[in-house]
C-alpha cells in the first residue's frame, strides 16, 4: 500500500505561484510513476503532470505546458508540482497519484483508472 498526502494549496492571485508537494510512504518510492491531477467542481477529474520513477521526461497537459514543473526528490520520497503565471482557470482540488512503473504507460497518463494511489488532495484558488 502507498499512502500520499500532498500540501503546499492555497489561495494566490493570478499570475502568482504556488508549489505543490506530496509525501509519499509506504512503498519503495522509486518503483512508482507519480502524477497529478485536478479536479473542479462540476468537472471530471483532468491530468496536470506526470514523471518517470527516473525523473526523466516528464508529461504535461497542454493547458499548464511552460508554467507547471514537476519533479521528484528520491531522498524525501516526495513529488512536487511548481505552478507559476497561475490562472483562474488553474482553481481545483489538486491530487497527487501513484502507479508502479511496471503498469504505467505513457500514452495512458491522462486517464485516472490507470493510477492506483491517490492523494485526499488541497486546494487551489487562484483569484482574478
Known amino acids: 500500500q502507498v499512502q500520499l498526502v500532498e500540501s503546499g494549496g492555497g489561495l494566490v492571485q493570478a499570475g502568482g505561484s504556488l508549489r505543490l508537494s506530496c509525501a509519499v510512504s509506504?512503498?519503495?518510492?522509486?518503483?512508482?510513476?507519480m502524477g497529478w491531477f485536478r479536479q473542479a467542481p462540476g468537472k471530471e477529474r483532468e491530468f496536470v503532470a506526470a514523471?518517470?520513477?527516473?525523473?526523466?521526461?516528464?508529461y504535461y497537459a497542454d493547458s499548464v505546458k511552460g508554467r507547471f514543473t514537476i519533479s521528484r526528490d528520491s531522498a524525501k520520497n516526495t513529488v512536487s508540482l511548481q505552478m507559476d503565471s497561475l490562472k483562474p482557470e488553474d482553481t481545483a482540488v489538486h491530487y497527487c497519484?501513484?502507479?508502479?512503473?511496471?503498469?504505467?504507460?505513457?500514452?495512458?497518463?491522462?486517464?485516472?483508472?490507470?493510477?492506483?494511489?491517490w492523494g485526499q488532495g488541497t486546494q487551489v484558488t487562484v483569484s482574478s
Open positions: 497519484a501513484a502507479v508502479l512503473s511496471s503498469r504505467s504507460s505513457r500514452p495512458h497518463f491522462a486517464t485516472p483508472a490507470m493510477w492506483d494511489y
Open positions: 514523471i518517470s520513477w527516473s525523473g526523466d521526461n516528464p
Open positions: 509506504g512503498r519503495t518510492f522509486s518503483r512508482y510513476t
